[in-house]
């Protein structure tokens, strides 16, 4: 490479020779902003969402209750150790460089299921920032159920050509082991033992911070919108003594599971017609195993009946019994139009696993201290043929005993997708453009033009989607789908008029309040007025001045 | 594929058959949105926006002043035919299926210089959705210099593969040729001819709005800072009349170019030490083909002397001799240490080519009708090792006379990064974040808490640096990197204190007309009263109220 490269103006010929493939490792790389690893701060959280991510999925998937474990060690002024111990079913030995150091590889793509992960790019990525600022290698060890060893393996990935590098590969004794604490952060009961799990530890360049945004926060509500989960948590930190004598400062808490039920194991659908774009329609066809096209349309798409299939054919003017891979191009628009016009049931919303409004009214009775609390699970949507739930939760909170909430201050927003919580990019998410859409005067709120309204107020919102849109690879915002945004404003609205139910109920408590305090001033004056005109003993007045606060009692009630 | 695949609880093996592979074009068509065709309307400019660039890019390149012509054509209720003309230098035949059918190839990402494309996604990611929602082929017409007839192709990209498809490849005579357009949108002047050029054109489904976020509007901005291009376009939109009647509605229009310097071409830079993290050392050192450590630290990246890295190299402790590819991990880490401890130059700056104030006040000042404009170019800066310089232009516009502009409106900021317009994300961008981290009170703006500024305000952002770290693969907000937000916030400061100085002169002036007006009232009575105590004429009198009026006018210009 030379110093300073030719800098005149160019050709055709000599731009052609500079035209170079790009690996999407070296893309994102350099682009690592865009999966959450632009601060080492941020970088933090983001490794452990991840791994998070894939232990709660991986567990769900093979119906064990999942346990996991997260430990940051902080190992040097700005270096962390990220570990993080599942009791899922493991992974096999094969997968394991493929999973931990490749981008675009995962299960989890190509079906219609609601999960966490989705784009398998996650964890790889994280073990990439790893080894781009430490150098080091992504360590795992996993054991599947009934083997003898578990596989320790140590990876990297090659960026230039987006493959796995393995760097170690050998057999362990190994069985993940997990150790509650009570509330004092010292063990609680002896430790628990898995047959089966999997484990990942990652050394990268990171910084730890308390309160908002932080791992902390993550993992607390994570247990909120995961019931199931048990979970404990470990954060060294070197501290700033003597470097010789200092011992680490250690945090240590578990979340222990509330349910012992699994949430329901979503099913896998088809594509629904509806959803699918002309290009999109036109390549199933060509790569469909059905042998007619009326076959290819009952077979490959959710919702359509063999009797369907036919109509379709017929009213797009194609014999249903054609080669599905020689449909020409005016054929499948004319197939296509005439499935827009079909009329179809909704896509089966089996694929979803929403939390549920009693799980989301206990989460929140659960960590925030209100006087009103509500929620809203609305019935299944769908927006570009991909069903989605959508899930409000309210509550109006008392401010002194609530961080973050303020009767000045603008409402907190807590959002989630597919049960993970998202922190960052809130000014960019749907979530967040709905509660400023919803007009909150109405329900007995102040806002500001275009702003949150203001008020002691947690909104919790959820979208579980078989794909959520997120607004950037790091998935820290929805993106805008009008479908979504109506369902979310729908769900606000509703809960919107419980609050304000509430709300003016209390204003009417509080109106009364006033006005018989107001009154009971002049209790003893009136007593008095009467006992002059009337003549009444000492007794007697007292005896009025009862009988005034019994009545003004009994009016306060009716009112 | 089975209408319902299994859903009982999966195992590890269970899980590792359905491992797979996802391609990068796959990925993108499924999270469409990332790339800015979310919706209808969105894809359309973003397809253009996309086209223009690379136009722009290819010109400047090539030392060629650019004319480019786009064209919008309805071809259906809601599809449009997209097609982008420049005079460019054409593109070499083999290069033409990559470059518009296949993401993540491109001559911009491995360079470190200026330009506005950067990702070698964005033309063949508006072919993949034009493929996606119409079937259609992207259609190229290159004609390079000196070459008798021109390229004309048709592609597809093969999204499994993420590999072009190319369906026909022909030649023709073809010259690309423009037409100015007069104010009426009639031809204005005979067409101009180019020996060479491109011409891209996509099919797609699409919606044409006007106003804010409209490709109208982009191409007004793209004017505004690039003075140096002459633009045409024209839209035809289907007429809701009578479908055989019916003649397209057209608008056409001719932006001329203000100055016929090209900008200055950047320079191309190689990595700068300090922005180099251990991993990606590490990388280059494997890479590099010095044979010392010392020479691969002086060859490989920008400032950094034959004695700087003699230097480095004892720092680390390292013999300056060693071998480069045989670099242990922790003499890497030693030689990363000492290069953090060096001092060096800052990165060389000209590879930027900002646009200056100059020019920033000349383009507000042809758009905006105000009462005060300033600009500020800062000095260039660095972020993650990658140059990048902020300029901030603030007009005080007349509301009557400005769309868009209130006084009572939030200001209206303009976003351009590498000179191209950023019309979506507003909220998600550092350039918004740093507006409204200003403390705008203190210039004489009234701002609401977390909020942008009120008042008739115009505010230019531009960002230019080697590689401008969107937020997402769409490119319409920049990342909040903490060095490009104090940068934005040193500019906006300036500017801001500019402004505050206008507005005080500005409220002097009007409370001193207010208190002129208050005693000029008064005048006639001061006269009348002087007129009766010392019995002046009529003449006399009118005299007194002459030299009054006088010493008020005096007087109102020394305040």
């Given at each position: 490479m030379a110093k300073r490269t030719g800098n005149g103006p160019a050709t055709a010929e000599s731009m052609a020779t500079k035209q170079r493939d790009i690996s999407v490792s070296e893309f994102f790389l350099k682009n690592r902003h865009l999966l959450g690893f632009d601060s080492p701060r941020r970088a933090l959280l983001t490794a452990v969402k991840e791994a998070v991510d894939n232990s709660l999925d991986a567990c769900e998937e093979a119906g064990v209750l999942p346990e996991i474990a997260v430990e940051l060690e902080q190992i040097a002024d700005s270096r962390f150790r990220v570990t993080v111990t599942d009791n899922g079913p493991g992974i096999v030995k094969n997968q394991i460089p493929k999973i931990f150091a490749k981008l675009l590889y995962g299960s989890k793509f190509h079906r219609l299921r609601m999960s966490r992960?989705?784009?398998?790019?996650g964890i790889s990525a994280a073990g990439m920032y790893g080894q781009l600022t430490t150098g080091a290698s992504t360590r795992i060890l996993s054991r599947i159920k009934g083997a003898k060893k578990a596989h320790a393996m140590a990876v990297q990935i090659d960026t230039k050509q987006n493959k796995p590098a393995i760097l170690s590969d050998t057999e362990q004794d190994w069985r993940p082991t997990f150790q509650a604490v009570n509330a004092a952060g010292e063990p609680d009961g002896p430790p628990v033992v898995s047959k089966h799990g999997t484990s990942v530890s990652i050394d990268m360049e990171a910084a730890y911070q308390r309160a908002k945004q932080s791992v902390d926060e993550f993992l607390k509500q994570c247990a909120i919108v995961n019931p199931h989960l048990t979970l404990h948590y470990r954060l060294a930190l070197q501290t700033k003594a003597e470097p010789a004598a200092a011992k680490p400062e250690i945090t240590a808490i578990t979340y222990h599971r509330a349910v012992k039920e699994m949430p329901k194991i979503p099913d896998e659908i088809l594509p629904h017609p509806h959803g699918v774009e002309l290009g999109l329609l036109m390549q199933m066809l060509k790569d469909s195993e059905s042998r007619t096209v009326r076959s290819a349309l009952a077979h490959d798409f959710s919702r359509v009946s063999d009797q369907t299939a036919q109509d379709v054919c017929t009213r797009a003017g194609i014999d249903p019994k054609t080669n599905p891979t020689r449909i020409a191009h005016h054929e499948s628009e004319a197939l296509y139009k005439a499935i827009q016009d079909t009329k179809l049931m909704r896509p089966p919303t089996d694929c979803l696993s929403p939390i549920g409004e009693e799980q989301i009214l206990a989460g929140l009775q659960k960590e925030i201290a209100a006087d009103f609390f509500t929620a809203v699970t609305r019935e299944p949507a769908v927006y570009r043929g991909n069903p989605f739930q959508v899930e409000i939760g309210i509550a109006f909170a008392r401010p002194q005993e609530n961080?973050?909430?303020?009767?000045?201050?603008p409402v907190r927003v807590l959002r989630f997708a597919n049960r993970v919580p998202l922190l960052y990019q809130a000014g960019a998410c749907a979530m967040t453009r709905a509660v400023i859409g919803v007009n909150w005067k109405s329900y007995g709120l102040s806002q500001p033009k275009d702003a949150l309204p203001i008020g002691p107020v947690v909104v919790l919102v959820h979208l579980a989607s078989v794909w959520v849109p997120f607004?950037?690879?790091?998935?820290d915002a929805i993106a805008s789908y009008a479908e979504i945004i109506d369902e979310l404003t729908l769900a606000l609205q509703e809960c919107g008029r419980r609050l304000s139910v509430f709300l003016h109920k209390r204003e009417r408590q509080l109106e009364a309040a006033r006005k018989r305090s107001y009154m009971e001033l002049y209790i003893p004056h009136l007593a008095l007025g009467l006992k002059n005109i009337l003549g009444l003993t000492d007794k007697e007045e007292h005896k009025v001045v009862g009988n005034l606060k019994k009545m003004l009692e009994k009016t306060h009630l009716d009112l």
């Open positions: 992960g989705q784009q398998g790019i961080e973050g909430v303020g009767a000045e201050e607004t950037s690879e790091s998935k």
